[in-house]
């Protein structure tokens, strides 16, 4: 357990920039590349997955002794699913406009892979101080990468950031980069970008699969087969 | 009929989950490599769909509407997929050895698909029937495979090209690049229910 040994500031850096858990990771696709049309929509989305993060990292680092380990999947997914409902209607109350704009990937965050990855990398295996740390960091990595897919595809799909006129006047908007296309385009092109700025050693992930996500092994073995 | 083709037709071209709605990326990217694989992926995901809303409609609407339980639907679906997708594995095991060898590997990975989650939580927004609900959920799969199918053509193509590929784009961000190419061209079907079908 190597992690026990680091400080507690290098666990919170860790998810910020060394294991950007978006970029370098590459995990939480789905809701990456739908949310991220806005820049407000992407931080919503990153507040909201960082609240779930944090709790459900403390809440399994208290239960991980009291968890059988043949069973903890679904106890993992049962308190990731309670806190994304209190999220949700945290966010239905006080931010309707939010819970419009992210329409049904609020839910989706139960099956956000981030979140079951770090309850069965980190939080069953370290202190509950670290394992809220550990949320706090990857929650501020998640939103800052989608905030940075936001900006890019808001200012150009739209001509605005954060809802302020940037260069709309200036020229006619790309509005492609606000539909699906645009998601996928501008994804590859700053995973590419990460690639080329740490020289091929930044992006963890070299291949789509499932690893960092629990059901891991099972993917590789579809792998194999296929 | 008409509004099941319209639902149909909807689902696999219009809105499709993959390249239009989002839902089920990790799969299309990580399982389209072969076009075996992909098939298999999809029949899975197919099977489990409608399943999956087959059972959670009348949960929402028979036992949590009725009592006010509106917000555990959340935690009570995904719940009920991940046991179902575990007694089907089971089943298929035991009675079905045959599509148990196609199918199984692909059948745990899609507890934690969002498209499955997805489609059972859309189809309660939606306000659809049982029997729109059900059918959404097959023209939902369809369009899963449909794009499966396409894509995998495409990795294909691009694994072929190798180290052609600048250095930077290898690997993640070309299957990303290729995917936003081939999202361009469903969005070329925009509009045609209105056109078929009014």
């Known amino acids: 357990m190597a992690d026990n040994q680091k400080s507690n500031l290098a666990v919170l850096t860790n998810g910020i920039i060394k294991e950007n858990p978006v970029l370098v990771l590459v995990l939480g696709t789905c809701p990456t590349l739908a949310v991220t049309t806005m820049a407000v929509n992407g931080i919503g989305m990153g507040i909201a997955a960082t609240l779930v993060l944090i709790c459900s990292n403390i809440v399994i680092s208290l239960l991980k002794k009291v968890i059988p380990d043949s069973v903890r999947i679904p106890c993992y997914i049962v308190v990731i699913a309670s806190f994304v409902t209190v999220v949700q209607f945290l ?136 | 009929m008409k509004e099941f083709a319209m639902i149909i037709v909807g689902a696999v071209l219009v809105n499709n989950y993959v390249l239009s709605k989002f839902l089920g990326i990790c799969p299309f990217l990580g399982v389209s490599k072969k076009l075996d694989s992909a098939f298999g992926m999809s029949l899975a995901v197919i099977f489990v769909m409608t399943l999956a809303t087959a059972v959670t409609w009348p949960i929402q609407r028979g036992i949590l509407d009725p009592n006010g339980l509106r917000y555990l639907q959340t935690v009570v679906f995904i719940l009920v997929i991940a046991a179902l997708v575990q007694l089907i594995e089971t089943a298929m095991k035991k009675y079905l050895p045959a599509l148990h060898q196609a199918l199984g590997i692909y059948l745990p990975l899609i507890t934690t698909n969002c498209a499955v989650l997805g489609v059972t939580i859309l189809n309660i927004d939606e306000n659809y029937t049982y029997a729109q609900s059900i059918v959404n959920a097959i023209g939902s799969g369809l369009g899963f495979m449909l794009a499966m199918v396409l894509f995998s053509g495409v990795r294909s193509r691009v694994e072929a090209a190798g180290d052609r590929i600048p250095k930077a784009f290898q690997g993640i961000p070309i299957t990303l690049v290729a995917a936003a190419i081939v999202s361009v061209s469903f969005m070329g079907f925009s509009g045609i229910v209105d056109g078929l079908f009014k």
């Not at chain 1, 509950?128 to 936001?150: E, N, R, Y």
């Open chain 1, 91 to 226: 966010v239905k109350a006080f931010a309707p406009d939010l819970d419009k704009a992210l329409g049904v990937f609020l839910p989706l965050i139960v099956v956000n892979c981030i979140i079951l990855g770090r309850a069965e990398m980190f939080a069953n295996k370290n202190s509950v101080l670290k394992s809220a740390l550990d949320g706090l960091g990857m929650g501020i990595g998640f939103t800052l990468a989608l905030l940075c897919m936001g900006s890019i595809r808001e200012l150009i799909g739209n001509g605005t950031w954060m809802g302020i006129n940037v260069t709309a006047n200036l020229w006619d908007p790309i509005i492609v980069f606000l539909l699906a296309p645009g998601g996928f385009l501008v994804f590859g092109s700053l995973i590419a970008l990460v690639n080329h700025l740490t020289k091929g050693k930044g992006v963890q992930r070299k291949e789509f699969g499932c690893a960092g996500c629990p059901s891991a092994a099972v993917c590789k073995a579809a792998r194999k087969e296929g």
